[in-house]
C-alpha cells in the first residue's frame, strides 16, 4: 500500500467533514498571495502548505531533492522527477501531517510560516500545458449527439468502438478556476438561412469532462502501451471545455471543431494524484466489437469518481443540474495515451488530455446544456422560474468531483466559471 493512502491516517491539521482535501489526498498545485510568489503547494482540509518553504527548512533533505524545485510557478518540473519521487514527496508529506509525527507539528513559527489559510490565496494554473487533446470517450454522449444530429439508429460513427476519437485543442486557452470567460463570436448559419451571419453564440455549451497530465517525455518515434501508460500519467484534474454549438455546427465539417472550441476550457487548481486514486479503480464497460491488440489492457482502468455540475444564475442559489460520473468512460485513459502515441506521436511533461464530455445513462447525468435541454427542446427550470437551453451572460457554472468509498474522500476542488458579455465594437471600431 502507498503509505499516503492508508485510511486509518489521521492528521494534527483540522479536516472539516466532508473535506475535499483529507490527509489521504494531497493533492499538488501552485498559490501566490498579495506578499509571496507563486509556489507549490498541497492542500490539507481548508488549508495550504508551502512546499518551497518547507523545503528550505530541511524537511525534504532525506529524498535528495533539487534545490528550488517547488520555488516555481508551475508543476512541470517536479512532475518531470518520475513517479517514484514524486510519491516518496506525497508520502513524507503525509507523514509530516499526521498525528503519529510531531517534527513540523511541534515547530510552532514553522508551521505559521508555511501554512495558508485557502481563502487567503490566490490559486494559479497548476500546469505549464504544452500540448492539449480533447478526446470524445462517452459512449452515452457519442450516442445522444448522435441521435441528435444524425440517424438514431446509426448514432456511432463507424470508427467509435474501434477507437479513442479526439483531437488536437488549444493549449493557451486553458485557464483556472475562477478567472471569467468572454462570450466567444463567431460565424453560425441557420437551417433555413441562405448565406451565415457573424456575432455572439447563442448556444454556449459547459462539457463536464476529467483530463489527465503527463509527467515524462516520450520522443518522436515513439509508443506507450497500454501496461505502460500508468507511468506516464501523473494526475487528474476536473475540466469544463466550454463550446460554442452553433459556431461548432457550422464549422466542424471537414476538420472538426475550432473556434467553437479553442476560446477557453476551465481547469480546478489541483492536480490528483494517480496514486491517491488507486482505491478507487473499477471496471470499465464491456468493449465490443472486439478492440485491436495495442489497445488491448488487464485490470481495472476506469475510475469511480462523482461528477455534479451546479448552474448559478445572478442573484440566486446554485442549482445542481447535472450528477455524473467518470466511471462510464468507454475508453479509458491508458487505451487514449497508447492510441495517441502508437503513431510516434510524442509528448512532453505537462501535456492535459480531457476525457470529452462525461454523460451517463440517465437524462440527469447528462454532461453537457446541449443533452440536458436536448438541443433547446426541453429548458431547464430554473429557481427564479426562469428556464435555460444554454448558459447565458452572468451565469456561472460550478463543477465538483470527488471519489468516496466509505473511508475516505478525495475532492478535485472546483471549477467556477462566471460568462461575461462578449466584446463588440462600437461605430468607431472600439472595443466596448
Same mark, same amino acid.
Given at each position: 500500500?502507498i503509505?499516503?493512502?492508508?485510511p ?5 491539521v ?5 473535506s475535499d482535501?483529507?490527509? &489521504?489526498n494531497?493533492?499538488f498545485?501552485?498559490?501566490?498571495t498579495?506578499t ?12 495550504v502548505l508551502d512546499?518551497h518553504?518547507?523545503h528550505?527548512?530541511g524537511f525534504f ?9 517547488f ?6 518540473e517536479?512532475m518531470r522527477?518520475?513517479?517514484?519521487k514524486?510519491?516518496e514527496v506525497?508520502?513524507?508529506?503525509a ?9 513540523l507539528?511541534n515547530?510552532?513559527e514553522?508551521?505559521n510560516? =508555511?501554512?495558508?489559510?485557502? &481563502?487567503?490565496?490566490q490559486?494559479c494554473?497548476p500546469?505549464k500545458?504544452?500540448?492539449? #487533446?480533447?478526446?470524445?470517450?462517452s459512449?452515452? /454522449?457519442?450516442t445522444?449527439v448522435?441521435?441528435?444530429?444524425r440517424d438514431?439508429?446509426?448514432a456511432l460513427?463507424?470508427?467509435?468502438k474501434? @477507437?479513442?476519437?479526439?483531437?488536437h485543442?488549444?493549449?493557451?486557452s486553458?485557464?483556472?478556476?475562477g478567472e471569467?470567460?468572454r462570450r466567444p463570436?463567431?460565424? %453560425? ?6 448565406l ?11 462539457e463536464?469532462?476529467m483530463?489527465?497530465v503527463t509527467?515524462?517525455d516520450?520522443? @518522436?518515434g515513439?509508443?506507450i502501451s497500454?501496461s505502460d ?16 454549438r452553433d459556431? &461548432? ?6 476538420l472538426?471543431?475550432? @473556434? ?12 490528483? #494524484?494517480m ?9 470499465g ?6 478492440i485491436? !491488440? ?10 469511480d469518481? /462523482?461528477l ?6 445572478p ?6 443540474i447535472?450528477?455524473?460520473n467518470?466511471k462510464?468512460m468507454?475508453?479509458?485513459?491508458? &487505451?487514449?495515451?497508447? /492510441?495517441h %502515441? ?5 509528448i512532453?511533461v505537462?501535456?492535459?488530455?480531457a476525457?470529452?464530455?462525461i454523460?451517463?445513462p440517465? !437524462?440527469?447525468?447528462y454532461g ?5 435541454a436536448w438541443k433547446? %427542446?426541453?429548458?431547464l ?5 426562469? %428556464?435555460?437551453k ?5 451565469d456561472q =457554472?460550478?463543477m ?8 475516505v474522500?478525495?475532492g478535485?476542488?472546483? =471549477?467556477r466559471?462566471e460568462?461575461? !458579455?462578449? @466584446?463588440v465594437r462600437d461605430?468607431a471600431g472600439?472595443?466596448a
Amino acid at each position: 500500500m502507498i503509505f499516503a493512502n492508508n485510511p486509518q491516517l489521521k492528521s494534527w491539521v483540522e479536516v472539516p467533514a466532508g473535506s475535499d482535501f483529507p490527509i &489521504q489526498n494531497i493533492p499538488f498545485g501552485v498559490f501566490k498571495t498579495d506578499t509571496k510568489d507563486p509556489s507549490v503547494c498541497i492542500a490539507i482540509g481548508n488549508h495550504v502548505l508551502d512546499l518551497h518553504c518547507l523545503h528550505e527548512a530541511g524537511f525534504f533533505n532525506e529524498l535528495d531533492l533539487p534545490k528550488g524545485i517547488f520555488n516555481k510557478a508551475y508543476l512541470n518540473e517536479f512532475m518531470r522527477l518520475g513517479k517514484s519521487k514524486t510519491r516518496e514527496v506525497r508520502n513524507r508529506i503525509a507523514s509530516l501531517l499526521s498525528t503519529d509525527n510531531n517534527e513540523l507539528k511541534n515547530n510552532t513559527e514553522l508551521v505559521n510560516r =508555511v501554512m495558508y489559510l485557502q &481563502q487567503d490565496c490566490q490559486m494559479c494554473l497548476p500546469v505549464k500545458v504544452g500540448n492539449y #487533446t480533447d478526446f470524445y470517450s462517452s459512449i452515452e /454522449h457519442a450516442t445522444n449527439v448522435g441521435t441528435m444530429f444524425r440517424d438514431p439508429k446509426n448514432a456511432l460513427l463507424p470508427n467509435w468502438k474501434h @477507437l479513442p476519437v479526439g483531437y488536437h485543442g488549444r493549449a493557451s486557452s486553458i485557464i483556472v478556476s475562477g478567472e471569467p470567460i468572454r462570450r466567444p463570436k463567431g460565424q %453560425t448559419k441557420a437551417p433555413d438561412a441562405e448565406l451565415p451571419s457573424f456575432g455572439p453564440t447563442k448556444r454556449l455549451d459547459f462539457e463536464l469532462e476529467m483530463a489527465f497530465v503527463t509527467c515524462k517525455d516520450l520522443e @518522436l518515434g515513439q509508443s506507450i502501451s497500454t501496461s505502460d501508460a500508468d507511468e506516464y500519467i501523473f494526475g487528474f484534474t476536473l475540466f469544463n471545455d466550454w463550446s460554442a454549438r452553433d459556431v &461548432q455546427v457550422w464549422e466542424y465539417v471537414p476538420l472538426g471543431p475550432f @473556434l467553437a472550441k479553442n476560446f477557453a476550457s476551465s481547469i480546478s487548481p489541483w492536480i490528483v #494524484t494517480m496514486d491517491a486514486l488507486e482505491p478507487f479503480r473499477v471496471p470499465g464497460p464491456e468493449q465490443t466489437p472486439k478492440i485491436l !491488440p495495442y489497445l488491448s489492457y488487464k485490470g481495472d482502468k476506469n475510475f469511480d469518481i /462523482h461528477l455534479e455540475v451546479a448552474l448559478k444564475i445572478p442573484n440566486h442559489a446554485e442549482a445542481t443540474i447535472c450528477r455524473s460520473n467518470f466511471k462510464y468512460m468507454y475508453w479509458n485513459v491508458n &487505451q487514449q495515451l497508447a /492510441h495517441h %502515441t502508437v503513431n510516434g506521436c510524442n509528448i512532453q511533461v505537462g501535456d492535459m488530455y480531457a476525457s470529452g464530455t462525461i454523460s451517463g445513462p440517465t !437524462p440527469d447525468s447528462y454532461g453537457s446544456m446541449l443533452e440536458l435541454a436536448w438541443k433547446g %427542446t426541453k429548458p431547464l427550470a430554473m429557481p427564479d422560474g426562469s %428556464t435555460r437551453k444554454f448558459i447565458e451572460d452572468g451565469d456561472q =457554472v460550478v463543477m465538483k468531483a470527488f471519489a468516496e468509498n466509505g473511508e475516505v474522500r478525495i475532492g478535485f476542488g472546483e =471549477v467556477r466559471t462566471e460568462v461575461l !458579455p462578449a @466584446l463588440v465594437r462600437d461605430e468607431a471600431g472600439a472595443l466596448a
